[in-house]
């Protein structure tokens, strides 16, 4: 069976990956230097799936690291989840997020090279549609202006990785772009754990919930869309993961570029997240409206079309498995995985 190495994967959804992975027959090497994950989740990672994961820690920038570990493993794909992705810190840090998302990736390239790795599958994001582009989106869309650095890292990393296939005719890779995950391993043993006060929705609607945080804002609502607040795509991160696994079976098989929207092709509002997180988990989260949030776009959803007609794959879970999952590993976990 095929090995593949997980660069980032003992983040959020490198460590939900994992287990798919595991649980379809691959053998898995996990790279990361902790930065915004910790060696438990690895370790959770094996508890689940009864199966042993080779582990470095280490920065993926690293070019000398990453040589080692395509010298000492015999790996045949690679997925590159590590980045920085808090859309915020990106506007206050530029430089911090344009070299370490852009250089994890350059490594990476150089490194797979030299070893004669021919397979990437890399984590970009529904923001690369920018501002321009109309909902649903489509693949083949043109690469739209984003409101954030953050955005912009994906976009050029995207762009690296399509001029790298277009002069190595044996390079294969796959661009997914990632809608909104939220969720957590129905185990309520791996989940989304941020350092810090949450950026995004969920793990701040959880947080609330079990009281860490008072009240969750709800960023806007005078949008125009049915109920006045902002409308995301938000997918199952399990749902996600299983994408993975459908994505390293045609990157094993070819070659050049392929784009994969993975999302539901469903939106919901802030409200209906809110809404059904009490109603199926009994619990209530307070919240107020505020201010729109700078950047945000009213509206982002998939059309999931292509991955289905060429992966195979779609979402199986739904609003509710999302939110009683999130729960479920936050009041298992009500401090991450500091307990
Ligand atoms: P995460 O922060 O949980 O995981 C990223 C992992 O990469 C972390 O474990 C971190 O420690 C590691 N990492 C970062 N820089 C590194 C470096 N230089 N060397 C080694 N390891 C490094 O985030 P996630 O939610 O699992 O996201 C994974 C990927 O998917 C990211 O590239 C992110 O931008 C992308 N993405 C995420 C979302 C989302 O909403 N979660 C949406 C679209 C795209
Ligand atoms: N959101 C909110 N309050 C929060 C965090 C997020 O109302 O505390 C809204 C946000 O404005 C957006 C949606 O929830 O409309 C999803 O935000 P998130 O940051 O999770 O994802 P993204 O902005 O990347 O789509």
Redesign the pocket.
Known sequence: MSTVLL????????SHTAVELLAAGYDVVI???????CPEAVKRVEEISGKSVRTYE????DSAELDRIFSENSIDAVI??????AVGESVAKPVLYYR??I??TLSLLESMERAGVKRIIF?????VYGEENPVPYTEEMPRGTCTNP?GWT?VMMEQILEDAARADKELAVVLLR????IGAHPSGRIG?DPQGIPN?LMPYVSQVAVGRREKLTIFGNDYDTPDGTARRDYIHVVDLAKGHVKAIGYVLEHSGVEVFNLGTGTPYSVTEIVDTFEKVNGVPVPHVYGERRPGDLPESYANADKALAVLGWQTEKDLSDMCRDAWNWQKNNPNGYNK
């Open positions: 660069a980032g994967g003992a983040g959020y959804i490198g790279a990361d230097n902790y930065s915004n994950s280490c920065d993926i920038k590159h989840f590590a980045g920085l992705k370490n998302n250089d994890t984590s970009s994001s529904a923001t953050y994906k990632y809608f909104n995950p989304e995004n």
